[in-house]
């Protein structure tokens, strides 16, 4: 071959895959590989600001009438409310809307995502999402699947249930959920394995969306907060990644006028940026702490006034620079905020919204890496003495710090590259 | 009086800033003699305004003097320099400065009295006033009946922030194209210099700072050369409320890329190609212009908030 191998990475249209992938492609580049992006709509630019090529998707627009750029705000405003609801009763209220939104969008990019693979021919497809594009499979290329939410997306007897976020050894809890799961998500599930079958590709098992590849599968779990598993994943096909956590210009903390203490950041991705009462009640609790807080409040900033003199808001912050010089983190469980609070060693207090950050909140909790709070139940005295805890609690930072070093000892996103490199030269 | 001792301080850090643009350009090392005479000549001023830079420079820890020596480099070319803000504070100074950071990072409410400023500050009514009237000259407060002063909207916002880029693609390719444009050529030199050196740098080293101070210089001379007076009063105004709410930059490849263009435009501008360079303006800020969405989940359709113009549709706030 006299060309460089070219590696399609197709992210979902979220932050956490899409900047995921930039760390990998990064390393693709490094090795001499041509790493392309194919991009949803809303993502134009995002790859190209990092020098990557981008591919942008056309969907159909008879495949989703109606649905603009209001109908999606006003999904969004709806589903505030839900966040608060606990994993079970965001099944019916969250999960399932959004699986069968997940489906709409699959359908819609179908067409135009079986022309760009043709246009861009690439010697493996890198798939990092919670759903499988027929279009993939019918290319007939080498595909590697990222698992970049949680390892719950991987099922196993000794793994709790995929966005339950319960604890292994709990059974009975298990046998609710699993009950619940089936009989609210068979719709949506029926109406994607009639989609599959229409482009010719076999039906899922029930509750499965995405199989795994029978070439190569990326798991973003890190050694500290892996799962037993009683089915162990062949070597061969699935490999454990350390995270993968990219580098970002640096981040030098703008000085606040109280200018004492350990740094906090807070971000809670650009979804959790829209609940911005609950981000100002925060904010008061912040004014009475020796602390200096950095928070993300995403395309929010016009709600806040009277800023204190301990906090900075920000619309974007570069995350892996500031999450390395924060004592603390507080986030809302997204497998990328927290795979960069175990690299850099700093403690998270995981407040989760929705879908995996219950997953990673309870994993935090039950391998002492953090804290989990529910993020709108609490009083300010309460909040004030979690936060209090966290900055204090020596003991964490040293296991933190062991973890830390374990981690950047075997980049996530070197091996994944590496990986995928193997994986096109055996194909 | 006040604006008189201002223009001077400003003047005076202008002065700074260009001596370490010719350190950049001769490539000195930290330890190196700075003769007041050779660096006034160089900078085509007397030794009297050298003196007061050199002053600057020595509080900003890049220069240090030694008695009956003189000065020398405290951190040389290869040191970050660069990256570089040069910083004046007198007490005046220091608080038009504060007001002016508590306003960017949204601490102080939109219309302020001056006896709240000053119980914030713990200052006097007087030198509250004195920085409300340096803020008012650079159209960032303006007063109000009474004792009540009202701050201009932030530019920090994705609603501002698309409103400043239509603002800006309608104004600077004007700048460019009315006739009359004229380029500083020691200005525009010294700017590529450093952008130059810019784009040498270790992604390490490309700071927020660094980028958003050579991309505001840039902005700024474009403005100030055209022959319109008004789009220029205009377009240095607006310049000062992006400089005054810039937080973020792009990845490094990006910022490269956007030094690139500013290049580009500076070759065609020395060619008096200005339609091209007008043209590729737009283009410039077209690139910069391109918007991440404000809110993306799983299953959602990503959301870009703020007013979209076909093709101008806006991330940052950094070009």
């Known amino acids: 071959m006299n060309r460089p191998p070219v590696i399609a990475l197709f992210p979902e249209a979220s932050f956490g895959a899409a900047l995921n992938c930039v760390g990998i492609a990064r390393e693709l580049a490094a090795r001499g590989a041509e790493a392309v992006f194919i991009c949803h709509p ?19 627009p008879a495949a989703v009438p109606g649905r603009g750029e209001t109908y999606w705000q006003n999904f969004v405003t709806t589903h505030l409310a839900h966040f608060d609801l606990s994993p079970q009763a965001q099944l019916e209220a969250y999960v399932a809307p959004t699986w069968e939104a997940i489906i709409d969008t699959v359908i ?46 991987i099922p196993d007897p000794c793994v709790p249930p995929y966005l339950s976020g ?30 599959r079958r229409a482009r010719g590709l076999r039906p899922l098992p029930a509750g499965e969306f995405l199989e795994c590849s029978e070439g190569l599968n990326l798991l973003l779990a890190p050694s500290a907060v892996r799962y037993p598993r009683m089915q162990p994943l062949p070597a061969d096909r699935f490999v454990f990644l350390e995270g993968c956590v990219r580098e970002e210009v640096p981040f030098d903390p703008p000085p606040l006028p109280a200018n004492e203490g350990p740094l906090v950041y807070m971000s809670f991705g650009s979804l959790g940026a829209i609940d911005t009462d609950q981000i100002k009640r925060m904010i008061e609790v912040f004014a009475t702490l020796p602390a200096r807080f950095y928070v993300n409040v995403g395309g929010f900033m016009d709600e806040y006034r009277q800023v204190p003199d301990n906090v900075s ?20 469980g997204g497998n990328n905020s927290f795979c960069e609070a175990l690299f850099h060693g700093v403690p998270s207090l995981v407040m989760p919204y929705c879908w995996d950050g219950h997953d990673n909140a309870r994993r935090a909790q039950d391998t002492g890496t953090g804290r989990h709070m529910h993020r709108s139940d609490w009083s300010p005295d309460a909040l004030r003495g979690v936060i209090e805890t966290l900055l204090e609690d020596r003991a964490l930072r040293d296991r933190l710090a062991a973890i830390s070093a374990d981690m950047k000892a075997e980049p996530g996103v070197a091996r994944a590259a590496e990986a995928v490199l193997s994986l096109v030269r055996a194909g | 009086m006040v604006g008189r001792r201002r223009a001077a301080r400003n003047n005076h850090v202008a002065l700074a800033q260009q001596i370490v643009a010719l350190v950049i350009d001769r490539a000195m090392k930290a330890g190196d003699h700075m003769p007041e005479q050779s660096i006034a000549e160089a900078c085509g001023v007397s030794r009297t305004p050298i003196r007061a830079a050199f002053k600057i420079l020595e509080k900003n820890n890049i220069l ?11 951190r040389g070319a290869q040191d970050g320099l660069v990256d570089t803000n040069v910083a004046v504070e007198t007490l005046e100074q220091e608080l038009f400065t504060r007001i002016l950071a508590d306003r960017a990072a949204r601490r102080i409410a939109d219309v302020q009295s001056v006896s709240a400023l000053a119980r914030r500050y713990t200052t006097t009514r007087v030198e509250v006033l004195n920085a409300l009237k340096i803020l008012s000259r650079d159209g960032v407060v303006s007063q109000l009946p009474g004792s009540a002063w009202a701050f201009q909207p932030l530019l920090d916002t994705p609603r501002a922030i698309a409103e400043s880029f239509a603002f800006r693609l309608t104004l600077e390719p004007q700048a460019i194209l009315t006739p009359g444009f004229t380029l500083d050529p020691t200005r525009a030199s010294t700017l590529r210099t450093q952008m130059r050196a810019f784009q040498d740098l270790p992604d390490a080293r490309l700071t927020a700072a660094g980028f958003q101070r050579l991309d505001n210089d840039f902005h700024i001379m474009i403005a100030e050369g055209s022959a319109n007076r008004f789009v220029q009063g205009t377009l240095l105004a607006h310049h000062r409320l992006r400089r005054m709410a810039q937080k973020e930059a792009p990845p490094p490849f990006r910022q490269r890329q956007a030094m690139e263009e500013h290049l580009d435009i500076l070759d065609s501008l020395e060619r008096n190609q200005l339609e091209l360079a007008a043209d590729q303006m737009v283009l410039h800020l077209r690139r910069s212009g ?27 706030i950094a070009s």
């Open chain 1, 166 to 195: 319960l604890a292994p050894e709990d059974v009975a809890g298990r046998a609710r959920w699993e009950k619940a799961a089936s009989a609210t998500l068979k719709p949506a599930h029926n109406r994607y394995n009639a989609f």
């Open chain 1, 313 to 332: 808001l920000g619309s974007w912050f570069p995350q892996p620079s500031v999450v390395a010089q924060s004592a603390l983190f507080i986030h809302h």
């Open chain 1, 42 to 60: 809303g993502f134009t630019g995002v790859f190209a600001e990092y020098g990557f090529r981008e591919y942008h998707l056309q969907p159909e």
């Open chain 2, 290 to 316: 391109i918007r991440r969405p404000e809110t993306a989940g799983r299953g959602m359709s990503p959301l870009l908030r703020g007013p979209q113009q076909a093709g101008a549709r806006i991330k940052g």
């Open chain 1, 108 to 153: 819609s990019v179908e067409d135009s995502l079986e022309a760009l693979l043709a246009q861009i021919q690439p010697d493996a497809i890198l798939l990092d999402n919670v759903i499988m594009f027929p279009a993939i499979l019918r290319s007939g290329r080498p595909w590697v699947r990222v698992v970049s939410c949680a390892e719950t997306e």
């Open chain 2, 64 to 74: 240090i003097r030694k008695e009956e020596e003189g000065y020398f480099l405290a």
